[in-house]
């Protein structure tokens, strides 16, 4: 690919920037080959032109897109680079607060200088267990990854963690070690995870110091190895410590402090116990005070010391050994403040003999005055002949007494160290360990000495670790995929370590020169140049001639060799060695005693899995001086065994950024991070990536990212690997640039980004189109909107336009026709004049005319009547004499034809064959004729008959109808006369009333005057009445609502307060039983390694008496006190021993005294409640019986006995039927036998009989439905009656009459009409009753209803007015009544039910006894002993008709009742059987030894099976159905206890037959108590099995599960995994809901109470919300909107499934709220100060850190997604400041909530429980 694809328009370039490194731009024009210029364009819009004509110049790093940037991983990027890095690094820790990134194997960490919520427990735990690419990258992370590789693998590991001081090296090794505590906790109780923990402050107190770059710098390196056993738990611990810096002691720079413990010191001295070390504040010491100011902002140094003396404490340090190591500190500090006298200008010292700190410094190490005061100043030469006192000069002085004091530091240091190591020691065997390395980071400084140099000489060798390491994995990566792989050229810094370490080195030539009398810094550093200045790695300082320059790998450094000789030789003087040796303090003596037999540090092979590590520093030899190593070459051989360690195990880096020098939160100074970059090795990581095929794509991801780029053609193969690879070799054409794999293909640098820029171009073009198009149509939307808009204005213009127009013309015509009828009205009368005198003219002139017209039509009229008649007689005389003429004429020529035809037929007639067809023709018309006239007779016949029947049978129906109205006609006579009567009655009334009105008249009259006044005065009065009414009734409302709101304010906040009491108090209390079966559980496992340990041939002990916790303080005896408790503790105690029975024995009084004071409380609530369940219960029983009515018992009564004999009778026909068959077949193949034949015969004489009892009861049935039928026609007779009448009308008409029907036809048809018609009318009928009957049960109901509405209002009033305690009282008794009348009528149907069970059981039971009984007397000979077994059967059933409910057991077969019953009984063995059968049996046992008054037998009995239940689920700790089994019958057999106990509050809803069977002798409530701690503890261990269950699936099903296919697009990919973390598996949605119907399915199956299944879903659900919402929170690539779809879609289906199980009641689904809000909150926009008020006011149930984290976290899928900007994240945080959230990021998902047990009674009686055989309880006796 050429640079001129690459550098095109509008791609985007780093240039380099000397205030931010490197600046980023756009090309504003393609680049072209030969160009001497790139035309770039900067981010503040200015123009710059970057040359690439200059030697050294090249064309400037790509940028990557815009979705590459803030990846997890930098080795994701496509272009890998400095800048690019750089970049990333900045983004995320600046827009979303991440510190934490990935580079391949090694975690960026930057120093945030703030305290984040990233490293609570939840946070380890959300962790733990996961890949390391799955969640964010973390120091957790790393940590899990090296403890799992540590377990799959069995190789040991190690953490390096490196960095500049400040960098947050020593934190980040903190978390690290905090993360295993966590993980790999100790299974016993020695706490050694407290101790490793422990270890950090003691050494931070004597290791670390203020310095201008960090408060809590590291000032050593240390090495700790933590050791694990075979299960991976810590076990114990190492420490290896390099090079402390012992010259900060003696020296400070300006702004720094000296070791934290000196000031502790200090700040502590006020304190009673070290009043006399003499100390005082630090600004009072010199090696206090050197560098300022004494102390740091927020830290407290008293407080410090504290935790630093409590470390010492759990570390085993003795008290006495803490004050000497007190006081040798206090010492140091004594030594710092002499005042050394100088005399004769400085070359003669001394001190004063009066000098209170030389005589503080001789006091507290308990050496002589006198000669500390002399050695100090003086020294002593030896020589072959003899021995010299020299004095000093003051300069000697001062360093002696310097040497001294780091000499006396360094010792202790030294045994501190030791003396941890002791502490983490453990004699188990080590199985593995894990390594965590806290060392300096490459330094360099104004002035670099010998500390600087040792410091990046360890530097190099890690480097060099670190480069073949990550070599190493590259190559197994590329072999992994098999890939062709060539050789990477990478910076080997073996030279440069050769330069240092190798014969004749810096270091060899350092140690030959302290060897030489007179050796000099400038002797040595001459040699050097002599030596090495032909070296690539060695320079020579221009101006200088006592330093010199080493070109490391990160930077070339220029030492300083002044001082290089002292500080490796570190001398000090063997006199003052001597003093200290002859302390009178022991530990002073022996802390600088010889080791005589020093150890060598040997080197261990790599297979060796243990490695014996000791501090790095030797004991000081004083004697031996000369030979004694120098410190260059001890630290040497302490690194080359570190190096050894590192390579034997897996090394994991921590690479520590330190963002700016400041401190300053959250600042970024990109000069700092690039020089870090540099010198800790990520650029080195980058480059060796680079240079490979850093980008890696699985096919699938490739497929879905890149399928945009493919064609149809391509995509309609289905091998994705195939179209992967055509389309690459049709896009990229240099074939080296990529290779694919078996699972990935792998690219070479900036290919992906190429691949971005191809796809983003495609959708570049697709977005333009898709611009264009839309840009089009809401151009032409607009354009119609303001067309229509023109053209509305332009309608609303014409209109008023027009409306004026017609305003005027209407105005105008208005006019015109005034003025038109004025004129008119002018003319009209002118008019009106003229015409009247013309009409009259006219009149009299017409009149006459007229007259004169009429006269001559009058004549005309007349002659015209004369003509008439003239001419129609001559008319008439004219026709008659034509037609006669005519009549003639026809008749002569009809006769004429007439001849003519006779003539013809006499011609035909005369013919025979004309008359033969004549006659046949006749013939057939007679036959025919004839049938007619038979058919025709028939149906007259047929129609007669009907017709007469219709006429009969409706005479008959007028007759009755006459007869009805005749009746009826009489009734309305009676009627009449009555009428009459009435009427006559009602005129008198009348008259009598009339006369009243006038009476009434005339005193209304009188009276009227004087009610209108009245009137008047009552009005006034009633108006005042008003008024005053309406006062009094305001100020009562306002008195009321006062009172109301403050009485329910009041009534809330105590109903509030007591209910959180009550959840606090329970939660304490099952903590504690939570707490007691934990350190049960540890007693059991201390108590099994004592056995292991203990363990002698022929020695065994009893494993029921193992435990005093098993036996006393979960089974007490009955009725005893607690003497009699205390005194079977105190024998346990004897025979276990007394060492640990004490520990136990006063844990087991506290928690016995605890949990009884508990229980009082409890018992106390109860008693109440009970009472007043008891008052409510009996009062609705006595309502509920006064309303039942009688007669709808006995039907309901009959009806049920009817159905359940009709029941019974076909089940015993269709068995007998089946044993006739079996039997009849079996005889007839052995007829032979006589046996036999007698055998069937009897069972035929048993089926005979059982037919004589079925007709017995079949006569029972027939004549209960008789009576039931009678009954019912006795009602309905009369109702039938009228409705048949009715139906039955006179006047029907038969619309098909006139049609002709076959009589027969019609008969049966009117019949069938009839059958239908009464079978509709019956059917009619049993509607309308059955109608009525709802109705009438309707309005019962309603009735009911309104009753109780009454009553609760009534009582709501009465609530009101009573107490706050009172009205929770009475709200408890209302709901207990409400409940027990709901559950009143579901009992009787309930016992109607079992009691039909019991029979249909009986008989079942006889019939199979009876089966058995043949089918064993077959085998029998002896037909006597038959009979006596059939006797026998036959007393057997008569005592199970009277059996009790009891089951009686010898004392030595209890062993074998709770074996069968408890210990090997499976849940599938009485799965077909009752509920809860094992619980019912042992009651039942109980019971007995109660009758019996054997209270022995009942202790034992509950002991035996309370640990039997324990024993039970210790062995199936993981097993679900069990658990839940034993959960179900544990609760059962409580609540038989409570059920049964006698006491009245837990009988309230027995039967009379289950009072019978309540205990009569003993009081178990102790052992209830066992029972409910026994229960919670079973409870907490299903939820742990179901968890763990679950757990594994929550995030793959929850967050990674597509639900909605095609929603989700892949992301580029971001952490490359070196582990292979094998056998990942991934989880559906519906995998895990089938786990829970599987959870929901077994515990409904064995009987689990309701409460109990809704509370464990409420648990579960919540887990699944806390670990589905911290994973959220701790995963970049899962904060997107799509993935918000896909949460909220599969949590819709969890509260479908919910709702389908029925637990919306049990609180699940709120447990969900705070990921359903997550949810919307990926889904919402983030853009304006309005989506933020809409997020705040949604997102109630997450915390301010929470919805910041997501906010955060938010990623783009794609580029058209925008990312969340920092503004809208700050606004939202002020927004949210006033809630007072927990400081806590993620939720406890290991929280329990309170278990409750409410009590369930059971309407099961004793008597009906049946014992299977397959239980294996036959030595069990029925009593």
């Given at each position: 690919?050429?640079?001129?694809?690459?550098?095109?328009?509008?791609?985007?370039?780093?240039?380099?920037?000397?205030?931010?490194?490197?600046?980023?731009?756009?090309?504003?024009?393609?680049?072209?080959?030969?160009?001497?210029?790139?035309?770039?364009?900067?981010e503040?819009?200015?123009?710059?032109?970057?040359?690439?004509?200059?030697?050294?110049?090249?064309?400037?790093?790509?940028?990557?897109?815009?979705?590459?940037?803030?990846?997890?991983?930098?080795t994701?990027?496509?272009?890998?680079?400095?800048p690019?890095?750089?970049?990333?690094?900045?983004?995320?820790?600046?827009?979303?607060?991440?510190?934490?990134?990935?580079?391949g194997?090694?975690?960026v960490?930057?120093?945030?200088?703030?305290?984040?919520?990233?490293?609570?427990q939840?946070v380890?735990?959300a962790?733990?267990?996961?890949?390391?690419?799955?969640?964010?990258?973390?120091?957790?992370a790393?940590?899990?990854?090296a403890?799992?590789?540590?377990?799959?693998?069995?190789?040991?590991?190690?953490?390096?963690?490196?960095?500049?001081?400040?960098?947050?090296?020593?934190?980040?090794?903190?978390?690290?070690?905090?993360f295993?505590?966590t993980?790999?906790?100790?299974?016993?109780?020695?706490?050694?995870?407290?101790?490793?923990?422990?270890?950090?402050?003691?050494m931070?107190?004597?290791?670390?110091?203020?310095?201008?770059?960090?408060?809590?710098?590291?000032?050593?390196?240390?090495?700790?190895?933590i050791g694990?056993d075979?299960?991976?738990?810590?076990?114990?611990?190492?420490?290896?410590?390099?090079?402390l810096?012992?010259?900060?002691?003696v020296?400070?720079?300006?702004?720094?402090?000296?070791?934290?413990?000196?000031?502790?010191?200090?700040?502590?001295?006020?304190?009673?116990?070290?009043?006399?070390?003499?100390?005082?504040?630090?600004?009072?010491?010199?090696?206090?005070?050197?560098?300022?100011?004494?102390?740091?902002?927020?830290?407290?140094?008293?407080?410090?010391?504290?935790?630093?003396r409590?470390?010492?404490?759990?570390?085993?340090?003795?008290?006495?050994?803490?004050?000497?190591?007190?006081?040798?500190?206090?010492?140091?500090?004594?030594l710092?403040?002499?005042?050394?006298?100088?005399?004769?200008?400085?070359?003669?010292?001394?001190?004063s003999?009066?000098?209170?700190?030389?005589?503080?410094?001789?006091?507290?190490?308990?050496?002589?005055?006198?000669q500390?005061?002399?050695?100090l100043?003086?020294?002593?030469?030896?020589?072959?002949?003899?021995?010299?006192?020299?004095?000093?000069?003051?300069?000697?002085?001062v360093?002696?007494?310097?040497?001294?004091a780091k000499?006396?530091?360094?010792q202790?240091f030294?045994?501190i160290?030791?003396?941890?190591?002791?502490a983490?020691?453990?004699?188990?065997?080590?199985?593995?360990?894990?390594?965590?390395?806290?060392?300096?980071?490459?330094?360099?400084?104004?002035?670099?000495?010998?500390?600087?140099?040792?410091?990046?000489?360890?530097?190099?060798?890690?480097?060099?670790?670190?480069?073949s390491?990550?070599?190493?994995?590259?190559?197994?990566?590329?072999?992994?995929?098999?890939?062709?792989?060539?050789?990477i050229?990478?910076?080997?810094?073996?030279?440069c370590?050769d330069l240092?370490?190798a014969?004749?080195?810096i270091?060899?030539?350092?140690?030959?020169?302290?060897?030489?009398?007179k050796?000099?810094?400038?002797?040595?550093?001459?040699?050097?140049?002599?030596?090495?200045?032909?070296?690539?790695?060695?320079?020579?300082?221009?101006?200088?001639?006592?330093s010199?320059?080493?070109?490391?790998?990160?930077?070339?450094?220029?030492?300083?060799?002044?001082?290089?000789?002292?500080k490796?030789?570190?001398?000090?003087?063997?006199?003052?060695?001597?003093?200290?040796?002859?302390?009178?303090?022991?530990?002073?003596?022996?802390?600088f005693?010889?080791?005589?037999d020093?150890?060598?540090?040997?080197?261990?092979?790599?297979?060796?899995?243990?490695?014996?590590?000791?501090?790095?520093?030797?004991?000081?030899?004083?004697?031996?001086?000369?030979?004694?190593?120098?410190?260059?070459?001890?630290?040497?051989?302490s690194?080359?065994?570190?190096?050894e360690?590192?390579?034997?195990t897996?090394p994991?880096?921590?690479?520590?950024?330190?963002?700016?020098?400041?401190?300053?939160?959250?600042?970024?100074?990109?000069?700092?991070?690039?020089q870090?970059?540099?010198a800790?090795?990520?650029?080195?990581t980058?480059?060796?990536s680079?240079?490979?095929?850093?980008?890696?794509?699985?096919?699938?991801?490739?497929?879905?990212?890149?399928?945009?780029?493919?064609?149809?053609r391509?995509?309609?193969?289905?091998?994705?690997?195939?179209?992967?690879?055509?389309?690459?070799?049709n896009?990229?054409?240099?074939?080296?640039?990529?290779?694919?794999?078996?699972?990935?293909?792998?690219?070479?640098?900036g290919?992906?980004?190429?691949?971005?820029?191809?796809?983003?171009?495609?959708?570049?073009?697709?977005?333009?189109?898709?611009?264009?198009?839309?840009?089009?149509?809401?151009?032409?939307?607009?354009?119609q909107r303001?067309?229509?808009?023109?053209?509305a204005?332009?309608?609303?213009?014409?209109g008023?336009?027009?409306?004026?127009?017609?305003?005027?013309?209407?105005?105008?015509?208005a006019?015109?026709?005034?003025?038109?009828?004025?004129?008119m009205?002018?003319?009209?009368?002118?008019?009106?004049?003229v015409?009247?005198?013309?009409?009259?003219?006219?009149?009299?002139?017409?009149?006459?005319?007229?007259?004169?017209?009429?006269?001559?039509?009058?004549?005309?009229?007349?002659?015209?009547?004369?003509?008439?008649?003239?001419?129609?007689w001559?008319?008439?005389?004219?026709?008659?004499?034509?037609?006669?003429?005519a009549?003639?004429?026809q008749?002569?020529?009809?006769?004429?034809?007439?001849?003519?035809?006779?003539?013809?037929?006499?011609?035909?007639?005369?013919?025979?064959?004309?008359?033969?067809?004549?006659?046949?023709?006749?013939?057939?018309?007679?036959?025919?004729?004839?049938?007619?006239?038979?058919?025709?007779?028939?149906e007259?016949?047929?129609?007669?008959?009907?017709?007469?029947?219709?006429?009969?049978?409706?005479?008959?129906?007028?007759?009755?109808?006459?007869?009805?109205l005749?009746?009826?006609?009489?009734?309305?006579?009676?009627?009449?006369?009555q009428?009459?009567?009435?009427q006559?009655?009602?005129?008198r009334l009348?008259?009598?009333?009339?006369?009243?009105?006038?009476?009434?008249?005339?005193?209304?009259d009188s009276?009227?005057?004087?009610?209108?006044l009245l009137?008047k005065?009552?009005?006034?009065?009633?108006?005042e009445?008003?008024?005053?009414?309406?006062?009094?009734?305001?100020?009562n409302?306002?008195?009321?609502?006062?009172?109301?709101?403050?009485?329910?304010?009041?009534?809330?906040?105590?109903?509030?307060?007591?209910?959180?009491?009550?959840?606090?108090?329970?939660?304490?209390?099952?903590?504690?039983?939570?707490?007691?079966?934990?350190?049960?559980?540890?007693?059991?496992?201390?108590?099994?390694?004592?056995?292991?340990?203990?363990?002698t041939?022929?020695?065994?002990?009893n494993?029921?008496?193992?435990s005093?916790?098993?036996?006393?303080s979960?089974?007490?005896?009955?009725?005893?006190?607690?003497?009699?408790?205390?005194?079977?503790?105190?024998?346990?105690?004897?025979?276990?021993?007394?060492?640990?029975?004490?520990?136990?024995?006063?844990?087991?009084?506290?928690?016995?005294?605890?949990?009884?004071?508990?229980?009082?409380?409890?018992?106390?609530?109860?008693?109440?409640?009970?009472?007043?369940?008891?008052?409510?219960?009996?009062?609705?029983?006595?309502?509920?019986?006064?309303?039942?009515?009688?007669?709808?018992?006995d039907?309901?009564?009959?009806?049920?006995?009817?159905?359940?004999?009709?029941?019974?009778n076909?089940?015993?026909?269709?068995?007998?039927n089946?044993?006739?068959?079996?039997?009849?077949?079996?005889?007839?193949?052995?007829?032979?036998?006589?046996?036999?034949?007698?055998?069937?015969?009897?069972?035929?004489?048993?089926?005979?009989?059982?037919?004589?009892?079925?007709?017995?009861?079949?006569?029972?049935v027939?004549?209960?439905?008789?009576?039931?039928?009678?009954?019912?026609?006795?009602?309905?007779?009369g109702?039938n009656m009228?409705?048949?009448?009715?139906?039955?009308?006179?006047?029907?008409?038969?619309?098909?009459?006139?049609?002709?029907?076959?009589?027969?036809?019609?008969?049966?048809?009117?019949?069938?009409?009839?059958?239908?018609?009464r079978?509709?009318?019956?059917?009619?009928?049993?509607?309308?009753?059955?109608?009525?009957?709802?109705?009438e049960?309707?309005?019962?109901?309603?009735?009911?209803m309104?009753e109780?509405?009454?009553?609760?209002q009534?009582?709501?009033?009465?609530?009101l007015q009573l107490?706050?305690?009172?009205?929770?009282?009475?709200?408890?008794?209302?709901?207990?009544t409400?409940?027990t009348?709901e559950?009143?009528?579901?009992?009787?149907?309930?016992?109607?039910?079992?009691?039909?069970?019991k029979?249909?059981?009986?008989?079942?039971?006889?019939y199979?006894?009876?089966?058995?009984?043949?089918?064993?007397?077959?085998?029998?000979?002896?037909?006597?002993r038959?009979?006596?077994?059939?006797s026998?059967?036959?007393?057997?059933?008569?005592?199970?008709?009277?059996?009790?409910?009891?089951?009686?057991?010898?004392?030595?077969?209890?062993?074998?009742?709770?074996r069968?019953?408890?210990?090997?009984?499976?849940?599938?063995a009485?799965?077909?059987?009752?509920?809860?059968?094992?619980?019912?049996?042992l009651?039942?046992?109980?019971?007995?030894?109660?009758y019996?008054?054997?209270?022995?037998?009942?202790?034992?009995?509950?002991?035996?099976?309370?640990?039997?239940?324990?024993?039970?689920?210790?062995?199936?700790?993981?097993?679900?159905?069990?658990?839940s089994?034993?959960?179900?019958?544990t609760?059962?057999?409580?609540?038989?206890l409570?059920?049964y106990?006698?006491?009245?509050?837990?009988m309230?809803?027995?039967?009379?037959?289950?009072?019978?069977?309540?205990?009569?002798?003993f009081?178990?409530?102790?052992?209830?108590?066992?029972?409910?701690h026994l229960?919670?503890?079973?409870?907490?261990?299903l939820?742990?099995?179901?968890?763990?269950?679950?757990?594994?699936?929550?995030?793959?099903?929850v967050?990674?599960n597509?639900?909605?296919?095609g929603?989700?697009?892949?992301?580029?990919?971001?952490?490359?995994?070196y582990?292979?973390?094998?056998?990942d598996?991934?989880?559906?949605?519906?995998e895990?809901i089938?786990?829970?119907?599987?959870?929901?399915?077994?515990?409904?199956?064995?009987g689990?109470?309701?409460?109990?299944?809704?509370?464990?879903?409420?648990?579960l659900?919540?887990?699944?919300?806390?670990?589905?919402?911290?994973?959220?929170?701790l995963r970049?690539?899962?904060?997107?909107?799509?993935?918000?779809?896909?949460?909220?879609?599969?949590?819709?289906?969890l509260?479908?499934?919910?709702?389908?199980?029925?637990?919306?009641?049990?609180?699940?689904?709120?447990?969900?709220?705070?990921?359903?809000?997550?949810?919307?909150?990926?889904?919402?926009?983030?853009?304006?100060?309005?989506?933020?008020?809409?997020?705040?006011?949604?997102?109630?149930?997450?915390?301010?850190?929470?919805?910041?984290?997501?906010?955060?976290?938010?990623?783009?899928?794609?580029?058209?997604?925008?990312?969340?900007?920092?503004a809208?994240?700050?606004?939202i945080?002020?927004?949210?400041?006033?809630?007072?959230?927990?400081?806590?990021?993620l939720?406890?998902?290991?929280?329990?909530?309170?278990?409750?047990?409410?009590?369930?009674?059971?309407?099961?009686t004793?008597?009906?429980?049946h014992?299977?055989?397959?239980?294996?309880?036959d030595?069990?006796?029925?009593?």
């Amino acid at each position: 690919m050429s640079a001129a694809q690459l550098y095109t328009k509008y791609t985007r370039v780093w240039i380099p920037d000397p205030d931010e490194v490197w600046r980023s731009a756009e090309i504003i024009k393609d680049y072209k080959e030969g160009d001497k210029s790139l035309q770039l364009k900067l981010e503040d819009e200015t123009l710059y032109e970057y040359p690439i004509d200059l030697p050294g110049s090249e064309l400037p790093f790509l940028r990557n897109p815009d979705i590459l940037v803030g990846q997890n991983d930098l080795t994701a990027l496509s272009y890998l680079h400095e800048p690019a890095v750089l970049h990333n690094l900045k983004v995320r820790f600046l827009e979303s607060n991440h510190i934490y990134t990935y580079c391949g194997i090694v975690l960026v960490a930057i120093n945030p200088y703030e305290q984040l919520p990233i490293y609570e427990q939840d946070v380890i735990y959300a962790y733990s267990g996961q890949n390391m690419g799955d969640m964010d990258p973390h120091i957790f992370a790393v940590a899990e990854e090296a403890y799992k590789q540590m377990a799959r693998d069995e190789k040991n590991q190690s953490i390096i963690v490196s960095g500049e001081s400040g960098a947050g090296k020593t934190v980040s090794a903190k978390y690290a070690m905090r993360f295993f505590a966590t993980v790999g906790g100790s299974a016993s109780e020695t706490n050694i995870e407290a101790k490793v923990l422990a270890s950090s402050p003691i050494m931070e107190a004597i290791g670390n110091a203020k310095t201008t770059r960090n408060d809590n710098s590291s000032r050593f390196g240390k090495y700790i190895q933590i050791g694990f056993d075979k299960r991976y738990h810590i076990i114990g611990a190492n420490m290896r410590t390099y090079l402390l810096e012992k010259s900060r002691v003696v020296f400070q720079a300006e702004d720094e402090r000296n070791y934290h413990i000196f000031y502790q010191l200090c700040a502590s001295s006020s304190l009673p116990e070290f009043k006399d070390l003499g100390l005082t504040c630090a600004e009072d010491f010199f090696y206090t005070s050197q560098g300022g100011d004494t102390s740091i902002d927020g830290v407290d140094d008293a407080d410090d010391f504290e935790k630093t003396r409590h470390a010492f404490t759990l570390l085993g340090v003795k008290e006495s050994h803490q004050t000497t190591i007190f006081r040798i500190i206090a010492a140091i500090l004594h030594l710092g403040n002499l005042k050394i006298q100088g005399e004769r200008d400085g070359e003669v010292c001394s001190i004063s003999s009066e000098d209170e700190h030389l005589s503080s410094f001789c006091s507290l190490l308990g050496v002589e005055h006198s000669q500390m005061q002399h050695w100090l100043c003086h020294r002593k030469l030896v020589t072959t002949a003899e021995t010299y006192v020299k004095s000093m000069s003051l300069h000697q002085v001062v360093n002696a007494r310097n040497a001294l004091a780091k000499h006396i530091y360094a010792q202790l240091f030294n045994w501190i160290v030791q003396h941890v190591n002791k502490a983490l020691h453990t004699t188990v065997k080590q199985h593995s360990f894990i390594g965590v390395l806290d060392i300096y980071g490459f330094e360099t400084f104004e002035v670099n000495s010998f500390e600087q140099f040792c410091i990046n000489y360890a530097n190099e060798k890690l480097q060099q670790q670190f480069n073949s390491h990550v070599f190493k994995l590259e190559q197994e990566e590329y072999m992994k995929e098999e890939i062709p792989w060539t050789l990477i050229d990478f910076y080997d810094n073996q030279p440069c370590i050769d330069l240092i370490e190798a014969k004749l080195g810096i270091l060899d030539l350092l140690d030959e020169e302290c060897k030489v009398p007179k050796g000099t810094d400038q002797n040595w550093a001459q040699k050097l140049y002599d030596r090495h200045g032909a070296s690539q790695h060695f320079q020579k300082p221009r101006m200088s001639n006592t330093s010199f320059i080493v070109l490391h790998f990160a930077d070339k450094v220029e030492y300083q060799s002044e001082g290089f000789l002292e500080k490796n030789r570190d001398t000090v003087y063997e006199e003052q060695i001597n003093i200290l040796k002859a302390s009178k303090y022991q530990m002073i003596a022996d802390l600088f005693q010889e080791e005589k037999d020093a150890v060598p540090a040997s080197v261990v092979p790599k297979r060796t899995p243990r490695i014996n590590v000791r501090s790095a520093k030797p004991a000081f030899k004083a004697a031996n001086k000369e030979h004694r190593k120098t410190v260059g070459h001890q630290f040497r051989n302490s690194l080359q065994l570190l190096m050894e360690t590192l390579n034997a195990t897996t090394p994991h880096y921590v690479r520590c950024i330190k963002p700016n020098d400041e401190k300053l939160p959250f600042k970024f100074d990109p000069k700092r991070a690039v020089q870090q970059l540099r010198a800790c090795g990520v650029l080195e990581t980058i480059r060796i990536s680079a240079a490979g095929f850093p980008s890696r794509w699985s096919y699938p991801d490739f497929f879905n990212r890149y399928r945009v780029l493919m064609n149809k053609r391509d995509l309609s193969k289905n091998d994705k690997k195939q179209i992967c690879q055509t389309l690459l070799e049709n896009l990229i054409k240099d074939p080296d640039k990529f290779q694919f794999g078996r699972t990935k293909i792998f690219f070479r640098a900036g290919q992906v980004a190429y691949l971005e820029k191809l796809r983003a171009d495609k959708f570049r073009a697709a977005t333009i189109m898709i611009q264009k198009t839309v840009r089009g149509w809401l151009q032409r939307a607009r354009y119609q909107r303001l067309r229509r808009a023109t053209l509305a204005l332009q309608r609303y213009a014409r209109g008023h336009l027009a409306r004026r127009l017609f305003q005027h013309l209407r105005r105008t015509r208005a006019a015109i026709i005034l003025q038109k009828q004025y004129r008119m009205l002018r003319m009209r009368r002118a008019f009106l004049r003229v015409r009247s005198a013309t009409l009259t003219i006219q009149a009299f002139a017409r009149g006459m005319f007229v007259r004169r017209i009429y006269h001559q039509m009058l004549q005309e009229h007349k002659a015209t009547i004369l003509q008439k008649y003239a001419r129609g007689w001559l008319a008439r005389a004219r026709f008659r004499r034509a037609q006669a003429a005519a009549v003639v004429l026809q008749c002569h020529w009809r006769r004429l034809r007439a001849r003519r035809q006779l003539q013809a037929l006499r011609i035909e007639a005369r013919s025979a064959q004309h008359l033969k067809k004549l006659n046949i023709g006749m013939e057939n018309k007679v036959v025919q004729l004839q049938r007619k006239v038979d058919e025709q007779n028939k149906e007259n016949k047929l129609l007669n008959e009907q017709l007469s029947m219709l006429t009969s049978a409706h005479s008959s129906e007028v007759e009755k109808l006459k007869k009805e109205l005749q009746q009826y006609q009489q009734t309305q006579q009676g009627d009449g006369k009555q009428l009459l009567s009435l009427q006559e009655e009602m005129e008198r009334l009348r008259m009598e009333l009339e006369r009243a009105h006038g009476e009434r008249e005339v005193l209304e009259d009188s009276h009227g005057k004087e009610r209108d006044l009245l009137r008047k005065r009552i009005c006034d009065l009633e108006e005042e009445n008003a008024l005053l009414k309406q006062e009094k009734e305001e100020l009562n409302s306002r008195i009321l609502c006062q009172s109301e709101d403050e009485f329910a304010r009041n009534t809330v906040e105590e109903n509030t307060q007591m209910k959180k009491e009550l959840e606090e108090e329970r939660s304490r209390y099952q903590n504690l039983v939570k707490e007691y079966a934990s350190l049960e559980q540890r007693y059991d496992n201390l108590r099994d390694e004592m056995t292991i340990f203990k363990q002698t041939p022929g020695h065994r002990r009893n494993p029921s008496n193992q435990s005093s916790l098993e036996s006393d303080s979960n089974n007490p005896s009955i009725c005893t006190s607690e003497i009699g408790d205390t005194e079977d503790v105190i024998q346990q105690v004897e025979e276990i021993g007394m060492e640990k029975a004490a520990m136990d024995m006063t844990l087991f009084l506290k928690l016995q005294k605890r949990v009884r004071e508990l229980e009082l409380e409890r018992k106390k609530l109860q008693a109440q409640l009970e009472k007043k369940e008891q008052e409510s219960k009996k009062s609705q029983v006595i309502e509920i019986k006064t309303e039942v009515a009688s007669e709808h018992e006995d039907f309901a009564y009959n009806s049920l006995k009817r159905q359940e004999l009709e029941s019974e009778n076909k089940k015993l026909k269709n068995e007998l039927n089946e044993l006739r068959k079996a039997i009849a077949d079996h005889a007839t193949q052995n007829n032979s036998s006589n046996d036999v034949q007698d055998g069937y015969n009897l069972l035929l004489n048993q089926l005979k009989s059982a037919n004589e009892e079925l007709e017995v009861r079949k006569e029972e049935v027939l004549i209960l439905r008789s009576q039931i039928m009678k009954a019912a026609q006795q009602k309905e007779t009369g109702k039938n009656m009228v409705k048949e009448r009715e139906s039955i009308s006179p006047n029907a008409s038969w619309p098909n009459s006139d049609r002709h029907v076959d009589q027969e036809d019609a008969i049966e048809a009117y019949q069938g009409m009839c059958e239908t018609n009464r079978l509709l009318e019956a059917q009619l009928q049993d509607q309308r009753r059955e109608h009525e009957e709802e109705m009438e049960a309707l309005k019962n109901q309603m009735d009911l209803m309104q009753e109780e509405l009454e009553k609760q209002q009534q009582a709501f009033l009465q609530t009101l007015q009573l107490s706050p305690e009172l009205q929770v009282e009475f709200g408890l008794q209302q709901e207990i009544t409400r409940l027990t009348n709901e559950n009143l009528d579901l009992k009787e149907l309930l016992e109607k039910l079992e009691k039909n069970e019991k029979k249909l059981k009986k008989q079942l039971k006889i019939y199979m006894k009876k089966v058995q009984d043949f089918e064993a007397s077959q085998t029998m000979v002896p037909v006597e002993r038959r009979a006596h077994e059939r006797s026998m059967q036959v007393a057997v059933q008569r005592k199970e008709k009277d059996f009790q409910g009891m089951l009686e057991y010898y004392k030595e077969d209890e062993p074998l009742l709770i074996r069968n019953l408890i210990t090997d009984l499976k849940p599938q063995a009485v799965s077909a059987t009752v509920p809860c059968l094992p619980a019912y049996i042992l009651y039942m046992c109980i019971r007995h030894a109660d009758y019996i008054n054997d209270d022995q037998k009942v202790h034992s009995l509950l002991t035996s099976t309370i640990n039997g239940v324990k024993k039970v689920l210790k062995k199936h700790q993981d097993d679900f159905e069990m658990t839940s089994f034993w959960l179900a019958n544990t609760c059962r057999l409580l609540h038989c206890l409570k059920q049964y106990s006698g006491e009245e509050g837990f009988m309230t809803q027995n039967t009379a037959k289950q009072n019978e069977h309540c205990l009569k002798n003993f009081d178990l409530t102790e052992y209830r108590q066992v029972l409910g701690h026994l229960s919670i503890q079973i409870y907490q261990q299903l939820i742990n099995i179901a968890e763990g269950i679950l757990q594994p699936m929550i995030v793959s099903a929850v967050l990674e599960n597509e639900s909605i296919q095609g929603l989700s697009s892949v992301k580029p990919v971001g952490y490359r995994k070196y582990s292979s973390n094998a056998g990942d598996s991934s989880y559906s949605l519906d995998e895990m809901i089938r786990q829970l119907n599987t959870f929901h399915s077994i515990m409904c199956d064995q009987g689990l109470d309701p409460e109990i299944i809704q509370q464990v879903f409420k648990q579960l659900f919540y887990m699944i919300n806390a670990i589905a919402l911290n994973n959220l929170l701790l995963r970049k690539d899962v904060c997107s909107w799509s993935t918000g779809m896909q949460l909220r879609f599969n949590i819709s289906q969890l509260e479908e499934w919910l709702r389908g199980k029925n637990l919306q009641q049990s609180g699940a689904a709120q447990t969900l709220e705070p990921l359903i809000q997550a949810a919307q909150l990926l889904q919402l926009k983030k853009k304006t100060s309005e989506d933020a008020e809409a997020i705040c006011s949604l997102c109630t149930s997450l915390s301010t850190q929470q919805i910041v984290k997501i906010l955060n976290l938010y990623t783009p899928v794609n580029e058209f997604e925008e990312r969340v900007t920092v503004a809208f994240i700050r606004n939202i945080q002020k927004q949210l400041q006033e809630r007072n959230d927990p400081p806590q990021l993620l939720l406890d998902f290991k929280h329990m909530f309170p278990v409750l047990f409410p009590f369930n009674p059971s309407a099961i009686t004793m008597d009906s429980i049946h014992l299977p055989a397959s239980l294996n309880l036959d030595f069990l006796n029925k009593v």
